[in-house]
């Protein structure tokens, strides 16, 4: 059954909470920016400016501060720019995912993201009523659909017919 | 919340045919999903294989989108309530049934009179068949030059 996708797993808060390694390059940083997530444009100003595209209100697709901008020097900065990190940040959206079968045919499974765990991950399809568990490393395209709307909670029987 | 193609498929089959009866519903399903899986011209190159690129390519399907020439549309899949026909129709038809009527037609319309024009959108398609109020158009050579 659907758990609660509120919840952090709990080896990703784990990875969070490791020790930085005191070799880590210190970034200039403002201060007052430092709670902001926002993609980082090696070209722009650190200033408030606004980004180029409009920052999504739900799904999570810039990269945590300090661990996207160089070369990650612990595990957990590795970790927070990888692919997998990426769709833990977006569980519970409904995406579109092509995977690569061979060297040349796709497959594209559609359905909310249900769980990523170290080489698979899990697409719960409402429609039909079932999961699907697929190869992480097969892995090709996602595309994420609703970019401004909320995650699909497990009270909900169908949603509500919001536009995205 | 994103719709799945499945749901996509059955609001758009109300929203264009739902008065039409469950032969006009699946002759429209049957143009949606001959244009997913058509093998060549404009509707191969842009949907490519996918039911949510064909149903939203710009300027094909008026329920798709919300707004028409400016306006408001209300008649549009956002506003619809599918029922289980629909599910119904929308899984025969991804699974690969066509109404044999419509085996090729790749585009329909409402000519909202008596006549059905010869050549629907453009020189691309002739006039194959009418199914209630709608006028089913198959593809000429030239489609497939776009």
Known sequence: ?164 | MAYSDRELLARLIQCEAGGEGETGMKAVASVVMNRVHAKGGEYARVGQGSIRNIIFQPYQFVCASETENGAYNPQNIYNMRPEAIHYEIADWAIAGNRLPEAADALWFYNPFGPNCRSRFPSDVGYWYIRIGDHCFYNPTNAYYDT
Not at chain 1, 10 to 27: C, F, H, I, K, L
Not at chain 1, 45 to 51: F, G, L, R, T
Not at chain 1, 86 to 102: C, E, K, M, P, Q
């Open chain 1, 1 to 164: 059954m659907i758990q609660n996708y509120m919840e952090q797993t709990d080896w990703t808060q784990e990875v969070q909470a490791g020790p930085r390694s005191s070799s880590a390059p210190m970034q200039p940083m403002q201060p007052q920016q430092e709670m902001q997530i926002r993609p980082w444009f090696p070209q722009e100003p650190q200033a408030s400016q606004p980004s180029a595209a409009p920052e999504p209100a739900g799904l999570d697709m810039s990269c945590p501060m300090m661990s996207c901008q160089h070369s990650p020097t612990t595990n957990a900065e590795a970790y927070q720019g990888s692919l997998k990190s990426l769709l833990s940040r977006n569980v519970g959206y409904f995406i579109v995912a092509t995977f690569l079968i061979g060297s040349e045919d796709t497959v594209v499974w559609q359905g909310i993201l249900h769980t990523v765990g170290n080489d698979y991950l899990v697409i719960y399809q409402p429609d039909y009523n079932r999961y699907i568990s697929a190869d992480l490393y097969s892995l090709k395209f996602v595309e994420f659909h609703n970019t401004q709307s909320i995650p699909y909670f497990a009270g909900m029987n169908q949603w509500s017919g919001s536009k995205t």
